[in-house]
């Protein structure tokens, strides 16, 4: 009975120092009171650490943003700096003499060549269109065309082309689409 002479120690140092509140003169009671400080100081650790957690994930949270920009900048940067070449040649074509038509004609392929190869180089695809099957994932059908010589829903003329980058369509291509009269 160890503890119960504690107990009665305790009561006589806290009749000795006023008024105190009591909550269970059972030994239960006192032991679940002599665990509440271990408890207590468990909390404020997890607190503590739980705070430190939260607070290394909003500079995670905040670092992979900023990389994020980073990464941004630095792709269109690299874009930009494919198509200088064409904006060079667009300059001195513009700078020189003026051509006959067919030089002025040559140049401007050749320009175009040039920007259609740095835009590949980026993963720019043409969409098929002419021949094809209408399919409205790729094609923007503007007029339909009564046909009987070709297939039913087959693009016969491209309007204007159609570009995708891997499974993503930047533009759809803009068609005119044949039909089968209804006769």
Known sequence: MDTEHQLQAQDRSHEESGPVQRT????????????????D????VLLDR????????ENFRKRMAREQ????????????????PALDSFELALASTPPTVEEFRSGMELIQRQ??????KLGLETVPAKGERFNPH????????????????????????????GD??????????ARKPAN
Do not use: C
């Not at 269970?24 to 408890?39: E, K, M, Y």
């Not at 920009?69 to 200088?84: C, E, M, N, W």
């Open 115 to 120: 920007l259609r190869a740095a835009l590949e």
């Open 24 to 39: 269970s003169g059972t030994p239960n009671a006192l032991a679940n009171q002599a665990d509440a400080a271990p408890r």
């Open 69 to 84: 920009l980073d990464f941004k900048k630095s792709a269109v940067a690299d874009a930009l700096t494919s198509l200088l």
């Open 41 to 44: 100081t468990e909390y404020q």
């Open 50 to 57: 739980f705070a430190r957690m939260q607070a290394d994930f």
């Open 138 to 165: 790729l094609h923007e059908a503007v007029e339909v065309v009564d046909q009987p010589e070709v297939a039913d829903e087959q693009v016969i003329h491209q309007l204007r082309r159609g570009y995708r980058m």
């Open 168 to 177: 993503r369509i930047l533009r759809p291509s803009m068609v005119v689409v």
